[in-house]
């Protein structure tokens, strides 16, 4: 059992979520590794945020559908997944093989993990073999010359790889960088471009582009909501303020639901102070933490409170879907709908 189900967590499930969620659930974001296929020796673990990676040292697929089944005991839960744990180029091989034989074994939809570096040829080659639907693409693989702050999307996914996927209308679920968030004028800029040039991307800006606090924003929704294409999912993210912006920007129609599994099984209170995000947590949960900003230990009297990382998203959901009068039809689309159409219309591709 990947994790204990408290008391608490029944509770917070019984009363807030199991009657918001419709019956079946699809979970566009999650993740899939086991440790052994990590190279450490190529790590560049340091481009990314540490607290993620002390939260579970492997999810295999068993893991993975063991975790939706105490989560949601009376919901079906489908995940479209791709690896985790993307520190290591020389690991990607491995990785995408394990994730194609369990997308195979288990009939689950998964995007392949791909390198910058490949030419437009290996990319198209490599998604055809893996029989996956598209692409994820990770910041840690743009070129080590380029600061942390300074990484641009085509760093990472560069344009010779969207003409691959534009061919193919395959999907790309896009992790972005710098400091400015979804509210970074280039980052903006580069998505505007993608959603122009590039139609036929079925693009997911993953996280609500990593705007975790209202300040993360900036002008990005007034400059979003004339797109028609790309859409957004809700991983890690717990911002009811930040959803109800979305939702009110671009609509229920292109809003996807997203855990980033394994790390929302984190019991945790997420909060904003001078517009940062700050992870409330149980001493000693994960290790030292002394360091990171984005990590506060609290008392066992409030940590005792916590829940899932999980059911933290959704409530902020809830909460913000509450705020904007959407309707249960709505919500199958964020929760269900918006995804399957998504996977579908890859498919023959």
């Keep these: 059992m990947p994790f204990e189900i408290k008391d608490v967590d029944k509770k917070f499930y019984d009363e ?12 566009p974001h999650s993740h899939i590794w086991l440790d052994h296929l990590i190279n450490w020796k190529d790590s560049v673990a ?3 945020q540490a ?3 002390k939260v579970a040292k492997e999810n295999s697929i068993e893991d993975l559908v063991a975790g939706y089944k105490l989560y949601f005991p009376d919901k079906e839960v489908t995940p479209l997944f791709c690896p985790g744990n993307v520190i290591s180029k020389s690991s990607i091989e491995g990785m995408n093989e394990y994730c194609s034989a369990s997308a195979a074994q288990y009939n689950y939809p998964f995007l392949t993990l791909t390198n910058p570096d490949w030419d437009a040829e290996t990319v198209e080659a490599t998604i055809k073999r893996d029989k996956s639907i598209g692409v994820k693409v990770y910041l840690t693989f743009a070129p080590d010359y380029i600061p942390v702050d300074e990484i ?6 560069p344009r010779h790889h969207l003409e691959v996927l534009n061919e193919n209308g395959w999907a790309a679920l896009l992790h972005i960088a710098r400091p ?27 996280h609500v582009g990593r705007a975790y606090c209202p300040e993360d924003v900036g002008n990005a929704f007034e400059l979003l ?3 028609k294409n790309m859409v957004f999912d809700l991983a890690a993210n717990t911002n009811a303020d930040v959803f109800e912006q979305l939702i009110n920007a671009v609509g229920p129609k292109r809003i996807l ?8 099984r984190m019991r945790m209170k997420r909060i904003c102070e001078n517009g940062k995000y700050i992870n409330l947590i149980a001493k000693g949960a994960y290790g030292d933490v002394s360091n990171d900003p984005h990590m506060r230990e609290v008392s066992k009297e409030e940590s005792d409170t916590f829940t899932f990382f999980m059911y933290e998203i959704i409530e902020a959901m809830r909460v913000a879907a509450e705020r904007t009068g959407l309707s249960p039809a709505d919500i199958e689309d964020i929760f269900y709908n918006n995804a399957h159409r998504l996977i579908e219309s890859t498919k023959g591709n």
């Design 152 to 157: 641009r999307i085509f760093d990472f996914l």
């Design 16 to 27: 807030r979520l199991r009657d918001f969620l419709p019956e079946k659930i699809l979970d």
């Design 257 to 264: 639901f997203g855990s980033d599994e394994p790390i929302s």
């Design 51 to 53: 607290w993620p990676l």
């Design 180 to 206: 400015g968030r979804l509210g970074d004028p280039l980052n903006l800029a580069q998505m505007l471009e993608i959603e122009e040039r590039y139609p036929n991307v079925k693009l997911i800006i993953a």
């Design 225 to 227: 909501k004339e797109t």
């Design 46 to 48: 340091g481009k990314i």
